[in-house]
């Protein structure tokens, strides 16, 4: 069955420091793949996307992601993280030929220390 | 504005007392999904629609059930609540199951 995996469920990275968070899939296609951003108390907000093309992604509010293929990856940077970058952030994988199935990471909360 | 508006925004009710949360959408997007989110868990789909009159399944769709009469609404109907249903519930919608999802605000259910 499809899966995705955030390994990580807290991370703490100093205001100004890099960040990336992990994401690892399990798939037999081709997917299509997000990443998410969820404030205390709101709803979730796209911060990028790769369908196809290339691997290295640019999202809102300088974020990143590379689409590794060969190791079923997708992982989200930031090179200088801010204090309003705090939230839980969540990975979406899905595939055409799996329907109209979006699955979701168990999320990765992000914590900022000034 | 473009957005998804879901009602109530916290909900607390008992078992088995018939509720509905609905969910209306303005930007004419065919896809529609409810999800439910969970510590741990992230958010699990729970049903989805591809159009008017289509619903399917999600992975979790026991004790839940939806229509789409409309395409702006789709409402999702919990018959008899029971206190594992307690969770923060996300409707969404879509051009097309591939393309960026725009989420409601949430809301909150508790069964007692």
């Known amino acids: 069955a499809q899966s995705v995996t955030q390994p990580d469920i807290h991370i703490t990275v100093s205001e100004g420091a890099s960040l990336e968070l992990r994401c690892n899939y399990s798939y037999g296609a081709t997917p299509y793949l997000f990443w998410y951003v969820q404030s205390p108390g709101q709803g979730l907000q796209l911060l990028l996307k790769?369908?196809?093309?290339?691997?290295l992604v640019q999202g809102i509010k300088g974020f990143e992601a590379e689409f590794k293929r060969s190791q079923s990856s997708f992982n989200l940077r930031k090179p200088s993280v801010h204090w309003s970058d705090a939230a839980e952030y969540f990975c979406a994988v899905g595939a055409m030929e799996y329907g109209n199935k979006l699955v979701f990471g168990a999320g990765t909360i992000l914590r900022v220390k000034s | 504005e473009a957005q998804v508006t879901q009602n109530p925004r916290y909900l607390i009710t008992v078992t088995g007392k018939k509720l509905t949360v609905t969910c209306s959408q303005n930007?004419?997007?065919?896809?529609m999904s409810w999800y439910r989110q969970d510590p741990g868990l992230g958010l699990r789909q729970i049903y989805y629609?591809?159009?008017?009159?289509?619903?399917d399944k999600g992975d979790v769709p026991e004790g839940y059930k939806v229509s789409r009469k409309e395409k702006r609404n789709f409402p999702l109907i919990l018959e008899s609540p029971s206190p594992n249903q307690t969770s923060l519930y996300f409707c969404a919608s879509s051009l097309a199951v591939n393309t960026e999802a725009f989420f409601g605000q949430g809301t909150r259910l508790t069964v007692v």
């Open positions: 629609s591809m159009n008017v009159e289509v619903t």
């Open positions: 930007m004419n997007h065919e896809y």
């Open positions: 790769y369908f196809s093309g290339d691997t």
